[in-house]
């Protein structure tokens, strides 16, 4: 989960037995693996939204606006003042307009693209950072090697690449980058 600048996400010290339960204001990307046993809600002042293994962006303020985009999978809304309920899948958007929930063919890659613009990590796992960078990346799937995985990192990104994200990372653990492809593998040094 990214959160967007002036974003709050409230959450329990301990997920109900039968469901995992988020409030949220503001923007944030999600991903979250499916649970049928537990699954995963966010509730926004004007719309619920239940996730069925997915990952997407949300926007939400208290009052008046709320937008969700769906990169992969598939995610149920419901407009809380009438029940509205609305499917959207990979590649499609939900707004909130004046007649209720507007679902649009095409999500809005821009939205995803703008979270690697500003990326901050405090104390966190190196292989939490990459799957971070891979998931909001479209044409790059970073990894890192086992012995690596573990390390912790506070580092900025700002207005790079996934490849460039992943030098810097190299560069500030000492480390090396590999490339198969489009596959990256941050490891040890040789």
């Known amino acids: 989960m990214l959160l967007g600048e002036q974003t709050s996400l409230y959450y329990p010290s301990h997920f109900d037995e039968a469901k995992r339960e988020v409030s949220l204001n503001g923007k944030a990307v999600f991903s979250i693996m499916a649970n049928a046993e537990k699954p995963f809600f966010i509730e926004t002042e004007l719309v619920r939204v239940e996730v069925m293994g997915t990952r997407f962006n949300v926007e939400c ?95 900025t990104l700002t207005d790079s690449s996934p490849i460039t994200m992943a030098e810097l990372i190299c560069q500030a653990l000492d480390l090396s980058l590999k490339q198969n492809g489009n596959v990256f593998t941050i490891s040890k040094k040789s």
């Open 61 to 155: 303020d208290d009052h008046s606006s709320f937008s969700l985009s769906v990169k992969s999978g598939e995610v149920k809304t419901v407009l809380k003042k009438n029940n509205q309920i609305v499917h959207v899948k990979a590649g499609e958007s939900v707004f909130l307009a004046y007649s209720g929930l507007q679902k649009t063919a095409g999500s809005n890659s821009n939205i995803f693209d703008s979270y690697l613009n500003n990326l901050h990590f405090k104390d966190e796992r190196l292989e939490n950072v990459t799957k971070i960078i891979s998931e909001l990346s479209d044409s790059v799937q970073l990894y890192t090697s086992p012995e690596v995985a573990n390390r912790l990192i506070t580092i």
